[in-house]
């Protein structure tokens, strides 16, 4: 089955581009760097950026450009190059995709739902309780006790599985590449326009003093240098099968190098301009309410379906600004859905050699019916136990698995050697220290903090039962199947001995 491919060489950054950025660049972006030293967190942001994402992403455009295969084919021929089996990692990376999906549509479904509600502010002057009771209707619930469904929220979900199924069914030039040249630069504008308008709002600029402040004495915090590097790995989608997949699709001649560097700054520049508006915001509302900015700070979900229309009530021409904001939430929502899905179903086509149409219609069918678990009352706790263990420990587990095989067991001076050939400028040796020392040594530091503290702490209020079952539990079946679909498949030849 022949290969697709990308159609322009902005057709795949934009599409990277849209994995990359999600609802988390709006919100989570901007609490990293207010409570880790504010301006003065850029520094180790900065250095995370240039010493683990953008090294970390022309490996992955380097693999999936050089083998046109996604994750579990892959790992299975490096693995068969050194005598180990590999594609267990593959599958693992897919399975934690396809996690990811089915809650991720959920947040997606809010949001379309809030963009409905903003047009007449129907969320009236009690944002937090209409979200969580009148909304969500959450209760005494908890994530292995859901309650009731939510009919409201699983149209909006529907419909977001709606759009993500066109883009995935119609391909990568007719769908995805499509989609993301229309749903990049409306996301760009509308937050570029905010940021015009919120900048005009008296005590903006004192909103951006605390975000942009700096404390340096937090430079000696090892917890701040540990948060700059798990922002940058949880925001680029690398790791679990996203970026191998679209590098795949990669003409012969691409410029790996050059499009790894744009597809990271883009990225990273976005969070800054995330952080501009919402910190502008937030400043505005702190002085409309004779608060200290302190006080009107919420962070994740509240800051989007709480505080941002708690601050839509206060500005002026809310119906105009209010759908703005939301629009550029369910434009980034959907951007990284749809790339979380095609890693899901492009790692099928390779793997039963099926038809897009089909793949597509059984990943994204099997996902909306999982999907609907979240349509309930105990839907948002249940999200949350979930995305804690699959972001905290399983994506950091992927990440750095992946990178003592890529840059211990493998010759990963093979992969400079393609990606530079292909590049109108050279990688150096600084590329294979960050691979091999830097990012493997923050990583595993980060891990073993998550898994002490997950391990002793627990997470959360939730009852032991439910994290053992859906949290580690989950993680191991998604182990388990992985190794099981590894053990059953048959051996791939591997071309030549060049990674001996």
Avoid at 48 to 61: N, Y
Avoid at 142 to 167: E, K, R
């Amino acid at each position: 089955m022949k290969r697709e491919q990308w159609n322009s060489r902005v057709g795949f950054i934009l599409a990277a581009v849209g994995s990359a950025i999600g609802l988390g660049n709006i919100w989570r972006f901007p609490y990293m760097a207010y409570d880790n030293g504010g301006g003065a967190f850029f520094i180790p942001y900065l250095f995370a950026m240039l010493t683990a994402g953008i090294p970390f992403m022309i490996m992955e455009f380097s693999l999936g450009h050089k083998f046109r295969q996604t994750s579990p084919q892959i790992f299975a021929k490096l693995g068969n190059s050194i005598g180990i089996k590999l594609e267990w990692l593959g599958w693992f990376q897919v399975f934690i995709a396809a996690v990811i999906a089915v809650y991720y549509v959920a947040i997606i479904g809010w949001t379309i739902s809030y963009l409905g509600f903003s047009f007449s502010q129907s969320w009236g002057d009690n944002p937090n309780q209409f979200f969580f009771q009148d909304y969500l209707k959450l209760g005494n619930n908890s994530p292995s006790s859901l309650g009731d469904f939510q009919a409201g929220i699983a149209i909006s979900m529907t419909l977001a599985w709606t759009m993500t199924s066109i883009a995935i069914l119609s391909g990568v030039k007719s769908g995805i590449e499509r989609a993301s040249k229309i749903m990049m630069p409306l996301l760009f504008i509308m937050v570029l326009v905010l940021i015009v308008r919120v900048l005009m709002l008296p005590g903006a600029l004192s909103g951006l003093n605390y975000l942009f402040e700096p404390d340096f004495s937090r430079l000696l915090d090892t917890s701040v240098w540990s948060a700059a590097y798990g922002q940058i790995f949880f925001t680029l989608s690398v790791g679990f099968a996203i970026m191998l997949a679209y590098s795949s699709y990669l003409p012969s001649k691409a410029d790996i190098n050059n499009n790894a560097f744009m597809t990271v700054l883009i990225n990273c520049g976005f969070s800054i301009l995330a952080g501009i508006l919402v910190f502008g915001v937030l400043g505005y509302m702190a002085e409309q309410q004779m608060k200290p900015l302190t006080e009107v700070v919420s962070s994740g979900i509240g800051l989007a379906f709480v505080t941002i229309p708690t601050a839509i009530n206060l500005m002026p021409a809310p119906y105009i600004l209010g759908p703005l904001f939301f629009t550029a939430l369910v434009i980034a929502g959907l951007s990284s859905h749809i790339s979380i899905i095609e890693a899901v179903t492009s790692a099928v086509i390779d793997k039963l050699n099926i038809s897009r149409k089909m793949a597509g219609a059984i990943v994204c069918g099997t996902g909306y019916l999982v999907s609907m678990a979240f349509a309930t009352n105990g839907g948002l706790l249940l999200l949350d136990l979930v995305d804690y263990f699959i972001n905290n420990i399983a994506l950091l587990l992927s990440c750095l698995i992946e990178l003592l095989v890529i840059a211990w067991l493998l010759k990963i001076a093979i992969l400079r050697q393609h990606a530079n050939q292909r590049s109108e400028f050279k990688i150096g040796a600084w590329w294979e220290i960050c691979l091999r020392f830097i990012s493997p040594t923050i990583l595993c530091a980060i891990l073993l903090k998550n898994l002490y503290t997950t391990l002793v702490e627990g997470y959360g209020d939730y009852p032991i039962a439910d994290q053992l079952f859906l949290g580690w539990g989950l993680i191991g079946t998604m182990l388990f199947f992985a190794i099981l679909i590894n053990a059953v498949g048959k051996k791939d030849s591997f071309p030549t001995d060049e990674y001996k």
